[in-house]
């Protein structure tokens, strides 16, 4: 049963906190499910618990907590943010097709409706924890690190806040409490973006000044390094940078962002397999992620995501917008007349991480190939479950895991891990803002690489082998080159969504139909593919780039809090 979590931006400044409750006991007993703030502040133990959960305690999605303990950031529930982009369609809605449609409004955000409530819950929690931390007894070395550790998450909980909706109300480092005026209008009063960005970069500077460059033996592996402290720095400077942010930052410094990363000379191209990758844990490209284990899984990806005829259940189901935009193996579009490209056989001979990310209709899978064709498909409506049948005419792949069981996993599944940060992106980010500042060859003073030498390290990557990049190239074409590879290197990995829209593109990508495909089985055993709307109404409008604050927050200010423009 889907559990209904309701949080104002009031709430967020006087919510007791989930570990320390509440400081007044209204009936002289102390609750038997929490601990008291004086525990926290007094025992170093349990102050360094509170804080490794703040990695953790933030429900950033409704079904989040129905089972598993809520993540860092989202990723890991059943409708991924890619069913909120042209990347796929959720197949059985999960609050997620209104936003398909268009049809968000401040009262009704579906699936994208927690956001600014809970990121003001986590930014308050660390709030309060650094507030403690001169209180703890423990070594200097031991306190400069928590900070840091607090400064990030705050910083990344200010990001989704940015990203989301635009200019924050920056809060500082005061704790907010009952007794305090919640009236007052600083506490609504909502900074620019640029003035929002300014202020998590320094933050986010100070947090990797603070922290190690490598997790070790003495240290829970999936906390914050340095090199999660820069990466998260990368990403806001290229927002800052884009065409939505005005302004806000230039391609000059997000470059020189990304090359703070890169020179730190830790991280990498992963060797093993593109689809491994997101199967292992700790590999040479990952900067920073949530592990899980046998006591602490999350969402079964397998049969959340899995064709009906394996006995899956469809979920996050590719469009054909994405499939079409796959690359062939020689590097040119479909669309490209020499391609190669053979409409009867549209899945042959494409970009290796298309076979990776999307199972289609005779893609080999668990000991047999999918069959999505009609009439007798085991994977179409003609097969098992067929409440289950994907609209699309494809199903997921990344992610998915063989070794787990599809059928009956509960406990023996969803241990492989989730990223929030590799070093492809940052490679991508340095690309796009090296292209913009400087074009596509240019080695930036102090940088290592040119824009197309990034580009190249990605799509060379083993297992993958696309043909490299030329010289030559202007940077309008080195331009729609980035864009490919961030559609097809991070697909279904949350950053599509934000793409289009600091691109100012979504109005074009968002208004296109939510394709599929009806194949059809002949009688000589070829294959007939006949296009098809899989989702009818999408729609975006200008007002879309930025969510709409919820309306409970706009009242919870008295009309205080300034709505986003549109709504």
Not at 177 to 206: C, M
Not at 311 to 331: F, I, S
Not at 451 to 480: F, H, K, W
Request: include cysteine.
């Amino acid at each position: 049963m889907r559990k209904n979590y309701k949080r104002t931006f009031y709430l967020f400044a006087v919510t007791a906190l989930a570990i320390a409750g509440c400081k007044k006991d209204f009936l002289a007993v102390q609750p038997t499910d929490r601990i008291a703030t004086s525990a926290v502040e007094a025992d170093t133990a349990v102050f360094e618990a509170y804080v490794t959960n703040r990695y953790l305690g933030t429900q950033l999605q409704n079904k989040e907590g129905d089972g598993t303990v809520p993540g860092f950031g989202r990723g890991f529930e059943y409708s991924m943010w890619s069913s909120l982009t042209d990347e796929s369609i959720y197949n059985n809605d999960d609050d997620t097709w209104l936003v398909q449609r268009g049809q968000l409004a401040p009262e009704n955000l579906g699936g994208a409706g927690v956001l600014w409530a809970r990121s003001y819950r986590g930014i308050r929690e660390c709030n309060y924890a650094l507030s403690v931390l001169p209180k703890i007894t423990m070594s200097p070395g031991h306190k400069v690190r928590l900070e840091g550790e607090l400064k990030f998450i705050r910083a990344f909980r200010y990001q989704d806040v940015i990203r989301n909706y635009g200019g924050a109300v920056l809060v500082g480092d005061k704790v907010y409490e009952l007794t305090d005026n919640l009236q007052d209008p600083a506490l609504f009063k909502r900074a620019t973006i640029k003035e929002s960005i300014a202020y998590t970069i320094a933050q986010l500077d100070e947090a990797a000044a603070k922290l190690p460059v490598n997790n070790d033996g003495t240290w829970l592996l999936g906390r914050a390094t340095k090199g999660a402290a820069l990466a998260l720095k990368s990403r806001l400077a290229l927002y800052a940078a884009s065409p939505l942010y005005d302004g806000a930052g230039t391609w000059a410094d997000a470059a020189t962002a990304a090359q703070a990363v890169i020179s730190l000379g830790k991280y990498g191209i992963y060797t093993g397999g593109y689809n491994n990758m997101f199967l292992v844990n700790e590999t040479n490209e990952v900067i920073f992620e949530r592990l899980y284990t046998k006591n602490d899984n999350h969402t079964h990806m397998e049969i959340a995501n899995g064709p009906n005829g394996y006995g899956g259940w469809a979920g996050n189901t590719p469009l054909q917008n994405l499939v079409d935009d796959y690359e062939m193996d020689n590097g040119k579009p479909i669309t490209d007349p020499t391609s190669g490209y053979d409409p009867t056989h549209p899945y042959d001979h494409r970009d290796p991480r298309f076979d990776a990310t999307v199972l289609h209709n005779g893609s080999p899978y668990r000991g047999r190939n999918v069959e999505t064709f009609l009439p007798g498909g085991k994977d179409s409506k003609d097969g098992n479950s067929n409440w289950n049948t994907t609209k699309t005419g494809y199903y997921l792949r990344k992610y998915m895991d063989d070794a787990y069981p599809l059928e009956n996993p509960w406990g023996n599944a969803g241990f492989h891990p989730w990223i929030y940060f590799r070093y492809a992106e940052i490679l991508l980010n340095f690309a796009e803002a090296a292209n913009e500042a400087y074009g596509p060859d240019v080695i930036p003073a102090g940088a290592t690489l040119s824009a197309r030498t990034a580009i190249n390290l990605i799509r060379s990557r083993p297992s993958v082998n696309m043909p490299t990049l030329a010289a030559g190239m202007s940077q309008a074409q080195m331009r729609d080159a980035v864009r490919y590879e961030r559609r097809v290197e991070l697909a279904f990995e949350e950053h599509r969504f934000y793409d289009v829209r600091r691109w100012k593109i979504a109005e074009v990508t968002d208004n296109k139909p939510a394709g599929g495909v009806i194949i059809t089985k002949t009688a000589g055993g070829s294959f007939v593919y006949t296009p098809k709307v899989a989702l009818d109404g999408r729609s975006f409008a200008t007002k879309h780039y930025w969510l709409p604050i919820p309306r409970t927050e706009i009242q919870a200010s008295g009309g205080q809090l300034q709505q986003n423009a549109g709504y």
